[in-house]
Structures are given as C-alpha cells and as structure tokens.
C-alpha cells in the first residue's frame, strides 16, 4: 500500500534561540521557540515591546546585523511548495536576496523610514518587479498602477508620480503593501502594520491583507500588541512573554479560555471592556497572583439608554475656557508676490466650551485639526482669527510677559516623549528646568525634594533622578513628561495622543495614573486621541472633529453608544472589539 507524504508546512521554526553579544554581556532575546505557519493562514504573534516577536519576524529574513546577533541553535526551514525545503539560517547572501521579497515579503511598522524619500512611490514598486521578475519598464510601470489599484489607492496615475511625503500615513501603507505583493510571496510578514494609523484606516488595511491572502493562499505572520486586531484577522495566535512563546492556540480558545496569566492580563486591561470610573486591571496583577479569567466579566460593555443630553448639567457653571469661531488656517498656495491665494483650514470656525475639572475627548481622524487646536489652546500657534477665553482672561489680547507667566498653568503632555526630553539633561534636572524658569523654587535643594515628590506621584524611584531618557522604556519615558508636566501645577492639560504609542498594559497604567492625579490635583484636560475606546473611558465629554470642524459633540457615554452623525458611527465601527 503506497503511503502519502503530508506537504511540509510553509514555515516551520525549530527550538530557535536569538542572542544578542555586546561588550557588556550576552542577552538572550528569543528563547528556545518552535512555531509552524501553514499556506492559507493567519498566525498572529502576540506581546509587547522587548517580547522577542520584532526579533523572531527580522529573524526569519536573516535582516539582524551579525554581530551582534547570534543564532545559538535552532532551524528555521522554508518549503514554498510544501516539498523542497531549505534553512533560511544556512542560505548565502545571493541565495537570501532571491528570496526576500520575491517568496518571503515584509511589511513594516513605519512606511517613512522604509520608502525611500528621494524616488517616487511608483518607482520604487517598479524597481523590485524589475529586480525581481525580469521584466521590462513599461511592464514594470502598468503592473505597478495595477498593484495600487488593487490596494485601492486613489488616482493610481497620479501617485505613480508622487513622493512618499506627499501622502498620508494610510496611503503610504498601502504602497507599502503593493511592494510586498508584487512579487506574489508565498509568506507575508506584517510587522505591526497598522499600529500608527486611525481605526478607520487600519479597518480598511486589515481587510486588505485577508483579502490578498485569501485569493492568494500567502501565509502571513501578523505581528502586533493589540489583541483586537488580532481577534479581526487571526487564524491562531502565538503569545511571546520576555522571548519564550507562552500561549498558543486557535484565535477563539485564547481569547474564550487564556491559560497564560500574562495573556488573561494582556485581554483583561484593555479599557474597551471597563465602565468609567472603574480602575483598570494591571498585567503585573495577573503575572503575580495568576487571577482568574472569566469571559463573562469582560463581556462588551452594556450601553446605557440613549437619552437627551443635558448641556445645562454641565454648564451650570461658568466655563474654564470658552472658545468661539476659532479658525486657524494655514497657506498652502502662494501667489508670484508671495502672498497667499489657497489656504487649509485645519481649525474651521468652531466654537464651543470646556468647564473647570473635566476631561473633554477629542477624536477624530489624522487631519481632522485635533492637534492644531490643542496647541492653539496652549498658545503655541496663534489662531488666523477668532477668540480663546481661559478662565476669563482673553489669550489674543495679552502680551509676552502675561502670557509667559500663564505657561505654568496650561501644559502639554506629547504623543513621542523621547523626542520632548533633552536627552543630554537627566531626567532630574528636566523635571526641575520649569521650577527654575518660573521661579517657583528658588533653591537647588528645593527643586530636588520637588521632583523626588513628583517622581513618586507619577510611580518612578528616587534612584532615577540622575539617570538620562535612554535607559527608561516608553512607559517610564511617558510618566516622565507627566511629571514634569505636573512641577507647576498647571490647572489645564493637553494629551495629545500621550497613549497612542504605548502597550496596551503599559497604556493601562499610564490611564490609571491621569485619573489618580486628576481626582488629586484638580486639574482640566483636554484627551486628544483617534482612539474612541480609550477617549471613551478616560473622558467625561467627547467632541468629534471632521475636516476642521465639529460633528458632535456630548456625554462621552452618550457619542460612543449612540452617536447621532454617520461620521461618528463610522469611527466607532471600526474599533476592533477583541472579544
């Protein structure tokens, strides 16, 4: 009786250990792991930053520098027809480059830094189907037009032409994913592809890659934090914790049944599943004390009966800050004289109120004028016209001096800390610079007790006054500009997209961290983010902007559960709901 041999997988990882020899010691960065990746599946690898996932993807196109890193052991064997198989760790460089991007495509987190800013989107694409097909230009070119089209990026002709600063976020993805679909490749690797993008764009990129995948049996290996995106997409699902895989499984029994407590921490902080008010959960808490998992208690949240919103409720007092038709239009075409003929109204006159002790959410798209207007509030551009009252006084009316001596009440809490902090300043002396500047206080020592008061507020130890922005992670990094955002107890607040960046954890306790402060100090905030679950949960009103301006704006409870314009309801579609 002839016996059949089954096809070898597409993938398949063997007790592979990364390390990482610098000249201060070894660091083991992946730890003895095995995972198969079938053709026609989805396999999300799931963890945070310094998991080891980023590490294991780079891993499989041979793209870490050697030194410093070092495969210890391991396989990590390809098939792309299920019947010849070789090592990627033994293949030769000439041998590597056949199959980048031809059998085994890349998409990274950042299109910035992967498209090149001096070529044409267009010409890039065109490059590799040349490099790689032996194809002729003109081939090149149509078949390039043909790849946008199907990634459905507009005008496919025109952005042939264009440079990749000339497009958004979303667009430069999608040009991204043509490159790596030009070739066909028999596995797609998506590096947290969709972390930087609004949900409404990332809804729209998620559906992209199923779809390509399906109608072209890839493997893909999705790599990401945010178990939403993964229960959208997933066949199965891999969990890295500190390099090892500690969970594996079908998408469905992960998310039902987690038996790893780091994964019943990593579902069970996401503030999409907690009422307001209620303290999110820490992963620290699972991992310590191996706390139960139950589906139930983390069931979507039931929403409240749609009810009128009562503007007199909340505006029985007087408002902090009253803002009204604020336009702030920037030019975007010159005449011969130079004097402006075109404008973009990135803040298109809006008016509207924020009261004393309240967290306003403000949402909406990239582009929308959620930043601008966050820092035309702050004084940090000035408005084309219109007016900002805080706390009675008018902004467009004071001079220098006055609005010098305001900067201690009014702050700003940025998406990027790293790129805030000086990073030749400790984080010490960062925190004390505002005290010195506004002579708040006025001795060395002083400064110091105040900061070493500040650090505890914001859960950092006394022995990291003398350390520099580099040696702390992002989380710790974000609790910084906290702090030193709170050295002069400011009365208002702007977070713009202060949690965007962060692991979903680390987001956890950062959200946990403004409302203990808050409930503390007294302050107002305004929330910028394009995330609606997290607005929702941290914010005690929403106003959603489109295009420069308002759509609505309500109680955050109300805009979230039932939102009253197409555009609102179209944002919050499109939030992956995870469970």
């Not at 830094?113 to 694409?125: A, K």
């Not at 178990?227 to 594996?248: H, T, W």
Request: hydrophobic share 40%.
């Amino acid at each position: 009786m002839a016996t059949t041999t089954m096809p070898a997988p597409l993938l398949q990882i063997n007790n592979l250990q990364v390390d990482f020899v610098t000249e201060i010691g070894t660091t083991t960065a992946v730890k003895d792991i095995s995972f198969r990746v079938s053709r026609g599946e989805i396999v999300a690898i799931v963890g945070e930053s310094g998991s080891g996932k980023s590490v294991t993807s780079l891993s499989i196109l041979q793209l870490l520098p050697k030194p410093p890193a070092r495969y210890t052991h391991g396989d990590i064997l390809f098939s792309a027809d299920g019947q010849n198989t070789v090592n990627l760790l033994t293949q030769t460089p000439e041998q590597l480059r056949d199959i980048r991007g031809n059998q085994i495509a890349m998409i990274f987190q950042e299109p910035m830094t992967s498209l090149n800013p001096v070529f044409t989107c267009g010409h890039q694409v065109q490059e590799a189907l040349r490099l790689h097909l032996k194809i002729g230009k003109q081939e090149a070119k149509q078949k390039t037009i043909d790849l946008f089209r199907q990634v459905r990026l507009p005008n496919p002709e025109q952005l042939f032409r264009r440079y990749p600063h000339q497009l958004s976020g979303g667009q430069k993805q999608r040009v991204m994913i043509a490159m790596a679909m030009s070739c066909a490749p028999d596995l797609l690797i998506c590096d947290e592809p969709t972390t930087a993008l609004d949900v409404t764009v990332q809804k729209t990129i998620l559906q992209l890659i199923k779809e390509l995948q399906q109608t072209r049996q890839m493997g893909v290996i999705f790599i990401t934090h945010d178990l939403g995106v993964v229960a959208e997409v997933a066949d199965r699902a891999i969990v890295m914790y500190l390099g090892e895989i500690v969970e594996s499984g079908s998408v469905q029994a992960i998310f039902s049944n987690p038996q790893h407590p780091y994964t019943k921490g990593l579902l069970a902080c996401r503030p999409v599943l907690h009422p307001k008010g209620e303290r999110l959960p820490i992963v620290s808490d699972f991992l310590e004390h191996d706390r139960p998992f139950e589906l139930s208690r983390y069931a979507q949240l039931a929403p409240p009966p749609p009810v009128v919103y009562e503007q007199e409720a909340v505006t029985a007092k007087r408002p902090f800050i009253k803002v009204s038709r604020l336009n702030v239009w920037f030019p975007s075409k010159k005449n011969l004289l130079g004097k402006p003929v075109e404008y973009v109204k990135a803040v298109d006159n809006i008016g509207f109120e924020i009261y004393k002790g309240e967290t306003l959410g403000l949402v909406g798209e990239s582009g929308c004028g959620k930043t601008t207007l966050g820092r035309t509030l702050l004084g940090l551009i000035p408005p084309t016209s219109g007016s900002i009252y805080y706390d009675g006084t008018d902004l467009s009316a004071i001079d220098a001096r006055s609005m010098k001596s305001m900067r201690k009440d009014i702050q700003i809490i940025f998406q990027d800390p790293y790129s805030s902090l000086n990073p030749r300043l400790t984080i010490g002396a960062a925190i004390a610079e505002p005290l010195k500047v506004h002579n708040i206080v006025s001795t060395s020592v002083g400064r110091k007790d105040r900061v070493m008061e500040l650090l505890e507020k914001v859960n950092l130890k006394p022995e990291h006054f003398n350390r520099y922005p580099h040696e702390f992670s992002g989380g710790q990094r974000q609790r910084i500009v906290i702090a030193r955002a709170l050295a002069l107890n400011p009365e208002f607040i702007v977070c713009d997209e202060s949690v965007s960046a962060l692991d979903v954890s680390v987001q956890a306790q950062v959200l946990n961290l403004l409302n203990d402060l808050k409930a503390e100090m007294g302050f107002t905030i305004v929330f910028i983010s394009h995330d609606l679950s997290v607005v929702r949960y941290i914010s005690d009103r929403i106003m959603v902007m489109n295009k420069g301006r308002i759509e609505e704006i309500g109680d955050a409870e109300q805009i979230y559960f039932h939102p009253q314009k197409e555009y609102t309801r179209q944002l919050i579609a499109s939030i992956p709901k995870g469970i």
